[in-house]
């Protein structure tokens, strides 16, 4: 036994499972996934330029007969929806599985979709687990069934279960053979004459996969309670039993797609009335109405937000909710940008330029809090540089910057770039290259070179790829030489054409050393304040005096630079 996360779980379960190849590209709440897996020789391991990459990797290695996994948060799944929605009509060779981790709640994401619509969507098998034995467990039933049944299957997880740990009884790898590839241009091609007969045997796929659902051991009931009837799955099933003990009994959902329609029926046919429990969306409880059943769902549970405990007891015992409890009542702490991180600096200069910033996902999305004040629109990975370009065709008269971080712009922004030149766009694009991949973990990525493994191979030159698409305007600044970006940022904005500039400086974090030459605040500070305006934790007020935390400085000297009247110095350093 070992006590696992749900990711960790995933991980070990694919190895027992005899997988071979893995892709995937880092996304909370899936990313500790890959990283688990890559410490295991046996197992091929990758990170991806972008979610449709590694599904179509994982995809060539399942052709070749391994079996194969994916993972990626949800918002991932989108990116990734082209190649997964064919692959369910192709079906496969060695079995494949792809995780969608779902963030209800939004903990680290722009929106809560829930992916279990795009399982049935794709018309792939979907697995729920419900906790970190689950989760290993399903990940091996999960190749079964998609070599079994030629399918597809997505393993759905949530935050809770991809970070929560549990007890879970460990195997040892099984190998498996190799299936033979085999030329094989009626499966492999999907051209529309193909497609339409690989419909057809889709349909037939899924019909057998429903019928097993039926006798899975993951669909299940439990307990003999006689005042509620529960259908359920997932994290909920969880939830249920906490707030509703042996008061009820449960019909636990683990293969939720194709629905077990009989067992289903079967459960709601007994009782006066049946609850449908489930986090996110009616995604059971529409398939079970569909039926011509009725159940109670979403009239009195939320389809938004995290579900928990309380929230059912609520609902069906009437407890009331004690202020106490609430998390409201604790102080909020506002994300802020760690001391000394380089992407300050860049905000802060591109605040002196007087224009539209267009931001992107990563850490620098919290550009769009004060005192940075700087993003002012944040959508979608690479949306920074399309919006930027459709801003630029209307609003003519204004200077438009586009912000997104060096594994974003591989991730997507160089086809945006593209867009840009093409269309002769005249905006300014900033790649902040902090040498990783920082808001999931520092994780490495094709500019950093070194692989998942940490071993060394090809670095991806940004520079280069900027010229290769067509931009002449390009400079390249460290980030914490204030003169040299803002000069570079003047000459960008102002030159009328596509113009990039690539500011540089690792994360902050990479350097675990304690820094030398901290800065402190002398008797020359006038109390302007200007530094704070920078929003550096390690600069404060303290009775009434503006001073630098020496525990926090990261040394970037970053505030003495701005400073109008020389009162930030390096700490020991003599006036001049």
Known sequence: MKLLSGNEAIARGAYEAGVRAASAYPGTPSTEILENLAK???????WAPNEKVAVEVAQGACFAGARTITAMKHVGLNVAADPMFSLAYIGVNGGFIIVSADDP???SSQNEQDNRFYAKFMKVGLLEPSDSQEAKDFAINGFDISEEFDLPVMLRTTTRISH??????LGDRKEYPLRAYNKNIAKYVIIPAHARKMRISLEQRLKKLAEFAETFPGNRLEGEGHE???????IAYQYAKEALGDKATYLKLSLTFPLPEKLVRNFVEKFSQVYVIEEGEPFLE????SLGLTVKGKDIFPRFGELSPMIIRQALLGEAVEAGNSSANFPVRSPVLCPGCPHRSVFYAINQMKAIVTGDIGCYSLGVTPPLSTIETCVCMRASIGNALGLSKILTDRKIIAVIGDSTFIHSGITGLIDVVYNQGAITVVILDNAITAMTGHQHNPATGYNIKNQQTNK????NIVRACGVNKIWQVNSYDMHELTAALTSATSCGQTAVVIARQPCVLLNKDDCSDKYEITAQCRKCKKCISLGCPAI???????VIDSQLCRSCGVCAQICNFGAIRKVGSAYE
């Open 40 to 46: 295991y020789d046996e197992v091929y391991c990758e």
């Open 105 to 107: 709640g939004m903990h």
């Open 164 to 169: 929560s740990k549990g007890l879970v009884s």
């Open 228 to 234: 509620f009837a529960v259908i359920t799955s997932g």
């Open 286 to 289: 529409e398939q079970i109405k």
């Open 460 to 463: 991806i030159d940004l520079e």
């Open 540 to 546: 404060m007020i303290k009775n009434d005096k503006v």
